[in-house]
């Protein structure tokens, strides 16, 4: 099974930016679909952004569209989130997730980076 890793966390000011990456272990990372995820405290985990195995389609919730971007690289197996613009409300715990179908649960997760988004 593969294991993801991210990283790319830290402390940043309000209008910073960050990239996360996931690492996958396993060449078949390409046949994977990529998702990534946050859970700030005290609230539910909630997705942020997926992206199919070519990274043809692309989609982002409603409170980061215009200022993340997923994105891919399989050749390195390994899965981005660029995040501009970052605000308070960003702080959370990012995880990366993988599954084979889009009809099919999640079957592997990270561990989580913690990115903090001080005011």
């Known amino acids: 099974q593969v294991q993801l890793v991210e990283s790319g966390g830290g402390l940043v000011q309000a209008g910073g930016s960050l990239r996360l990456s996931c690492a996958a272990s396993?060449?078949?990372?390409?046949?994977?679909?990529m998702d990534w995820f946050r859970q700030a405290p005290g609230k539910e985990r909630e997705f942020v952004s997926g992206?199919?195995?070519?990274?043809?389609?692309?989609t982002y919730a409603d409170s980061v569209k215009g200022r993340f971007t997923i994105s891919r690289d399989n050749a390195k197996n390994t899965l981005y989130l660029q995040m501009n613009s970052l605000k308070p409300e960003d702080t959370a715990v990012y995880y990366c997730?993988?599954?084979?179908?889009?009809?099919?649960?999640?079957?592997?997760w990270g561990q989580g980076t913690l990115v903090t988004v001080s005011s």
């Open positions: 997730a993988a599954r084979t179908t889009i009809q099919g649960p999640y079957e592997v």
């Open positions: 396993e060449r078949t990372f390409s046949t994977y679909i």
């Open positions: 992206i199919t195995r070519s990274g043809g389609i692309r």
